[in-house]
């Protein structure tokens, strides 16, 4: 038999990523497997990409203790993995004298989850506009965090799965568990295609599908704790040239389906408006006419004067909604040694880092035994972007790999040496999306239309394969479908 692994993280979205890379601090050996051809590919890569400061969870919650401290902890655990954060702060806006009384009960909500009073504030009048200028004047107030920021949801995923494997961590991909079975002293996960491994301990953080994972464990989803409702959120992108439109993330007055629409400026600089909230299927990430016109009415309500026309592109993501309303991060009923993550809904990115962190203390009290290692890196090495870079660093660059001299993407200015580099580094970018997460290279104006067959071309000379095979995300995405001369 194969060496055994002392824990298996199952699923590599945000909180698998970071959990899997929180053991690889204990000499232990750790597997991350993954039912994609790539990491963070579920609600990771669609989601609001927004870092709650920790005021919507219910007071007692394990969703409100681990929302305020995952803020707290984003911005180290940005900084080690190199991953660009920004504490831009929220606002909360009622057009309404009852909704006005809400965030009275939002703000002591916050502060009873562990906010400071200097951490929540209620803004009424000028104040208002003059930190928001194009904000609706039909606001009567807004409830102020300004603890709250922004995350790439998925380059962190992607950084925090390379410094997992850079310390140890086994990354396994494109394996879909279909069967967990007790074997003595040990757990089997069993592929479709028909791997296993051997494991002693299974963390189950597979988002959507992390009931079915529990179902595998004999945990039926007739109890509560173990049932999803997927929910699916349409969003819409909007070009950098108003991108600073609005400084800080704007909210609604939130009701029983979420938070609801929101306008935000992203951390790469664009304007990002959405979610809807849908009950839906998992594997649902459309989007409708009926949809993005809700989007755009919700966002106008907010920001009267935004310019639709500015919007670049339209996508989805589904979330995991529990139907407790909080996180059940709990042992197996039924499969000794697994622990289950299920229900990691919003605030599940903001809270991620204290996700992996509390999961951690949860199996060492299930048994795992946790001896610190000597030598863990917990920072990632990575060179700054060509896009960031001055233009004495960009000379240098250019001196040391002629590569840096070749623009792909113009829209992001997205050399070929930075592609090469995320193909062949330890979570690697073997799809024309997967490059584009990593890079940048295609989300610009003209959204791939230039730049994704010279990535293509890039990505069959250094995996060494032919152009056919190259996919756009994975099995069933081909680019190619032959040749015509």
Do not use: W
Request: glycine fraction near 8%; include cysteine.
């Amino acid at each position: 038999m194969a060496d055994i692994f002392d824990v298996t993280v199952i699923g590599a979205g945000v909180v698998g990523a970071l959990t899997a890379r929180e053991l690889t601090k204990y000499n232990l050996k750790v597997a991350l497997l993954e039912k994609e051809s790539d990491v963070a590919m579920g609600t990771s890569k669609g989601n609001s990409a927004i870092v709650h400061a920790g005021f919507d969870a219910e007071n007692g919650s394990l969703k409100a203790e681990l929302n305020v401290k995952g803020c707290k902890m984003m911005q180290s655990v940005a900084n080690d993995l190199g991953v660009r954060y920004r504490k831009n702060g929220s606002l909360v806006c009622a057009f309404s004298d009852k909704e006005t009384e809400h965030l009275e009960v939002l703000k002591k909500r916050g502060i009873n989850n562990g906010l400071s009073e200097t951490e929540l504030e209620i803004i009424m009048g000028e104040s208002l506009f003059d930190l928001e200028p194009n904000l609706s004047r039909e606001v009567k107030a807004a409830l102020y965090a300004p603890t709250a920021g922004l995350v790439c949801p998925y380059f962190l995923t992607i950084a925090a799965a390379e410094n997992a494997v850079l310390n140890g961590c086994n990354l396994i991909l494109s394996f879909t568990v279909n069967k967990i079975e007790s074997n003595g002293g040990f757990l089997t996960v069993k592929s479709a295609d028909g791997r296993e491994i051997a494991t002693r301990y299974i963390i189950n953080s597979a988002g959507l599908y992390s009931d079915d994972i529990a179902k595998m464990c004999g945990d039926s989803g007739q109890i509560e704790e173990y049932t999803i409702i997927p929910r699916k959120g349409e969003y819409m992108l909007m070009d950098k040239k108003v991108g600073s439109f609005v400084n800080t993330t704007l909210f609604s007055v939130p009701s029983d389906k979420g938070k609801g629409i929101l306008v935000s400026p992203s951390v790469d600089g664009n304007l990002i408006i959405g979610p809807n909230a849908v009950v839906t299927t998992k594997d649902d990430v459309s989007t409708s006419a009926e949809g993005l016109a809700e989007i755009t009415q919700g966002a106008e309500k907010l920001v009267p004067s935004l310019d639709m026309r500015q919007v670049i592109t339209s996508f989805a993501g589904v979330r995991a909604t529990p139907k407790n309303h909080d996180f059940n991060i709990i042992p197996s009923q039924n499969t000794k040694n697994v622990l289950h993550l299920i229900g990691i809904e919003s605030p599940g990115l903001a809270s991620s880092p204290a996700i992996a962190e509390y999961a951690v203390r949860i199996l060492k009290y299930m048994g795992l035994k946790l001896s610190p290692k000597t030598d863990f890196n917990p920072t990632a090495d990575r060179r700054k972007s060509f896009r960031s870079m001055t233009a004495k660093e960009r000379a240098a660059a250019i001196g040391e790999n002629k590569l840096y001299a070749k623009i792909i993407c113009r829209c992001e200015t997205v050399t070929e040496a930075e592609i090469v580099d995320f193909i062949h580094s330890s979570c690697p970018a073997t799809t024309i999306d997967a490059v584009k997460r990593r890079t940048r290279a295609g989300m610009g104006r003209c959204q791939g239309g230039f730049c994704s067959p010279r990535v293509a071309d890039i990505l069959s000379r250094e995996l060494g394969a032919d152009m056919l095979d190259v996919t756009k995300k994975g099995d069933g995405s081909h680019i190619l479908t032959g040749k015509t001369k």
